[in-house]
């Protein structure tokens, strides 16, 4: 044997002791920074586990709040940009979903990672989860996503069901994207906060997955039910948050221009210094020379609507336009005023009733007139319960076929966001009747737009809203209290000496008028314009 024997061995034995410890120190290197939720590392590994971890998430957040404006898309930088509008908790389901939630602010802005506490994470991940188990599922979900074929009542009564089930859904996504302290969370930076959070893999995977399933509903939906509000923005949180402030709105045809020259100057008098945003419909509704007079007024600005509004398919004009330009408007706090309408004191007054500042919708009764049942009507289209406000409208009563009267309507737009979205659409795509195709129309079933605002809350389960409480009626000239004299002619005689004389007789005032009073039975406001009859006006 030879001596050299034990000296090659040892040699032998030294390369394979050396290769194993480069070998296991690989697989410590592997498991430690590639693989760590998979050993259980040292104090001093998890302390470096911890860092690491903490600079990941540090830079996902980063990406998520702080992209750069001047690479986004103008719909990204709608989102980045801060939007001033006071943003209030939509529903009491969101509350019961995040108790510890502060009322977000004016200033809505991004943040950055690092000021997200342990207690922000919970509550996100509080809200996430909320909506998650808000989302439909099977053929439930099938059914709610699928056409909408039926027309008239069963259309209605369609919309009403799919509506609310929306509304709790869009309520739930805004609460996701919206922190403690009202700044917003861009979407596509959702997905890098879930994976942020303390949550196992399999936690991760099923809130990524339930995210996507609820963005995938509420955009399918929001398409499916509101097509026509999609022009502008690309989705309806978009539009919700872009609303800020109070102003007026109004809206006219050229014809219209000289009422509205007045109406603003009488505001101005009144003391009402609201902005005022007059919507119109494209260059043949309000030609450029009369948006040019209208504007040289303090305070006005013309928008064109047409170019705000999908209509393709119908026709946005005349009566339908009002809840179009309520909700498209800028203002959050949106008091609308017809064009022939004057007020006898400041509009201003209206943000100061008791009623506006509990339901954040304030309508006004129309006159009693035509009595008229519709209970079994309200009944087929209006989803169960039947709130207290259905049950005591004239509509339900049979006191009268008309209920609300739509020449001022003053909305809390962020509060009932959802019922002013169905508005519009009752005015809009459901508007009219076809009769080759055996569709009634939502007009042939009320008078125009005035009765589609209550009704629009009624049908998506919003009862917040009120009827002003002063009294409404006619204004104009008196019949049945001439007196003839000896010599033949007529002597017009007073109200009061007309109604001590003329006891158990019918006494009338013939115009279409609207007056309507405070609820100190001082005058407010009336529709129609200065004229003897609003329909003989055109000379005067």
Same mark, same amino acid.
């Given at each position: 044997?030879?001596?050299?024997?034990?000296?090659?061995?040892? +040699?032998?034995?030294?390369?394979?002791?050396?290769?194993?410890?480069?070998?296991?120190?690989?697989?410590?290197?592997?498991?430690?920074?590639?693989?760590?939720?998979?050993?259980?590392?040292?104090?001093?590994?998890?302390?470096?586990?911890?860092?690491?971890?903490?600079?990941?998430?540090?830079?996902? +957040?980063?990406?998520?709040?702080?992209?750069?404006?001047?690479?986004?898309?103008?719909?990204?930088?709608?989102?980045?940009? !801060?939007?001033?509008?006071?943003?209030?908790?939509?529903?009491?389901?969101?509350?019961?979903?995040?108790?510890?939630?502060?009322?977000?602010?004016?200033?809505?802005?991004?943040?950055?990672?690092?000021?997200?506490?342990?207690?922000?994470?919970?509550?996100?991940?509080?809200?996430?989860?909320?909506?998650?188990?808000?989302?439909?599922?099977?053929?439930?979900?099938?059914?709610?996503?699928?056409?909408?074929?039926?027309?008239?009542?069963?259309?209605?009564?369609?919309?009403?069901?799919?509506?609310?089930?929306?509304?709790?859904?869009?309520?739930?996504?805004?609460?996701?994207?919206?922190?403690?302290?009202?700044?917003?969370?861009?979407?596509?930076?959702?997905?890098?906060?879930?994976?942020?959070?303390?949550?196992?893999?399999?936690?991760?995977?099923?809130?990524?997955?339930?995210?996507?399933?609820?963005?995938?509903?509420?955009?399918?939906?929001?398409?499916?039910?509101?097509?026509?509000?999609?022009?502008?923005?690309?989705?309806?949180?978009?539009?919700?948050?872009?609303?800020?402030?109070?102003?007026?709105?109004?809206?006219?045809?050229?014809?219209?221009?000289?009422?509205?020259?007045?109406?603003?100057?009488?505001?101005?008098?009144?003391?009402?210094?609201? !902005?005022?945003?007059?919507?119109?419909?494209?260059?043949?509704?309000?030609?450029?020379?009369?948006?040019?007079?209208?504007?040289?007024? !303090?305070?006005?600005?013309?928008?064109?609507?047409?170019?705000?509004?999908?209509?393709?398919?119908?026709?946005?004009?005349?009566?339908?336009?009002?809840?179009?330009?309520?909700?498209?408007?800028?203002?959050?706090?949106?008091?609308?005023?017809?064009?022939?309408?004057?007020?006898?004191?400041?509009?201003?007054?209206?943000?100061?009733?008791?009623?506006?500042?509990?339901?954040?919708?304030?309508?006004?009764?129309? +006159?009693?007139?035509?009595?008229?049942?519709? +209970?079994?009507?309200?009944?087929?289209?209006?989803?169960?319960?039947?709130?207290?406000?259905?049950?005591?409208?004239?509509?339900?009563?049979?006191?009268?076929?008309?209920?609300?009267?739509?020449?001022?309507?003053?909305?809390?737009?962020?509060?009932?966001?959802?019922?002013?979205?169905?508005?519009?659409?009752?005015?809009?795509?459901?508007?009219?009747?076809?009769?080759?195709?055996?569709?009634?129309?939502?007009?042939?079933?009320?008078?125009?737009?005035?009765?589609?605002?209550?009704?629009?809350?009624?049908?998506?389960?919003?009862?917040?809203?009120?009827?002003?409480?002063?009294?409404?009626?006619?204004?104009?000239?008196?019949?049945?209290?001439?007196?003839?004299?000896?010599?033949?002619?007529?002597?017009?005689?007073?109200?009061?000496?007309?109604?001590?004389?003329?006891?158990?007789?019918?006494?009338?005032?013939?115009?279409?008028?609207?007056?309507?009073?405070?609820?100190?039975?001082? !005058?407010?406001?009336?529709?129609?314009?200065?004229?003897?009859?609003?329909?003989?006006?055109?000379?005067?």
């Amino acid at each position: 044997m030879s001596v050299y024997a034990p000296r090659s061995r040892l +040699r032998r034995r030294t390369i394979i002791c050396r290769g194993l410890a480069l070998l296991l120190a690989a697989s410590i290197c592997y498991f430690l920074l590639v693989s760590p939720t998979q050993v259980q590392a040292s104090p001093v590994g998890r302390e470096l586990l911890k860092s690491q971890a903490d600079h990941e998430q540090k830079l996902e +957040r980063k990406h998520a709040y702080e992209a750069p404006v001047e690479s986004a898309t103008p719909a990204a930088k709608r989102r980045i940009e !801060p939007v001033q509008v006071t943003l209030e908790e939509s529903k009491a389901t969101l509350a019961s979903s995040s108790s510890t939630a502060a009322a977000p602010t004016a200033e809505v802005k991004t943040t950055s990672v690092d000021k997200h506490t342990d207690d922000d994470d919970a509550a996100f991940a509080k809200a996430l989860q909320h909506g998650i188990d808000l989302l439909p599922n099977g053929l439930a979900l099938k059914g709610l996503l699928s056409p909408i074929d039926e027309a008239g009542v069963q259309l209605l009564r369609a919309l009403g069901d799919r509506v609310r089930v929306f509304a709790e859904a869009f309520a739930a996504w805004e609460a996701i994207h919206t922190t403690n302290a009202g700044e917003i969370l861009r979407e596509d930076g959702i997905i890098k906060r879930i994976r942020g959070l303390s949550k196992t893999k399999a936690e991760v995977r099923n809130l990524v997955k339930g995210y996507d399933s609820l963005r995938s509903y509420i955009s399918s939906s929001e398409a499916r039910l509101f097509p026509g509000t999609m022009a502008m923005y690309g989705n309806h949180m978009s539009l919700h948050r872009s609303f800020a402030g109070r102003g007026i709105v109004l809206t006219a045809g050229n014809d219209h221009v000289p009422y509205l020259l007045t109406g603003i100057t009488t505001f101005r008098k009144l003391g009402c210094d609201l !902005p005022v945003e007059v919507m119109y419909l494209g260059d043949n509704d309000i030609s450029a020379d009369l948006r040019d007079e209208l504007e040289k007024l !303090p305070g006005v600005i013309t928008r064109d609507l047409k170019k705000m509004v999908n209509d393709v398919g119908w026709e946005l004009a005349g009566w339908a336009a009002k809840p179009w330009a309520i909700l498209m408007s800028s203002f959050r706090e949106a008091l609308f005023i017809d064009a022939d309408a004057l007020f006898l004191t400041s509009p201003t007054t209206l943000f100061d009733s008791p009623q506006y500042a509990k339901t954040g919708a304030l309508f006004f009764l129309d +006159r009693n007139i035509s009595p008229e049942s519709k +209970r079994g009507w309200l009944r087929t289209i209006i989803p169960p319960p039947y709130s207290k406000q259905v049950k005591s409208s004239r509509l339900w009563t049979g006191e009268s076929g008309h209920q609300q009267e739509s020449g001022v309507v003053l909305v809390d737009k962020w509060k009932h966001f959802v019922p002013l979205l169905l508005c519009a659409r009752l005015n809009g795509q459901d508007r009219d009747s076809d009769s080759d195709k055996g569709k009634q129309g939502v007009y042939d079933m009320v008078y125009g737009d005035k009765e589609t605002f209550w009704l629009s809350w009624e049908l998506a389960g919003d009862i917040e809203y009120a009827f002003h409480e002063g009294g409404a009626g006619v204004m104009g000239m008196l019949n049945g209290t001439e007196e003839i004299d000896m010599e033949g002619k007529v002597k017009q005689v007073s109200l009061a000496e007309a109604a001590e004389a003329y006891k158990g007789k019918n006494i009338t005032v013939c115009a279409p008028q609207l007056l309507h009073l405070d609820t100190d039975g001082r !005058p407010l406001w009336f529709n129609g314009w200065i004229s003897k009859d609003k329909n003989e006006r055109s000379g005067n």
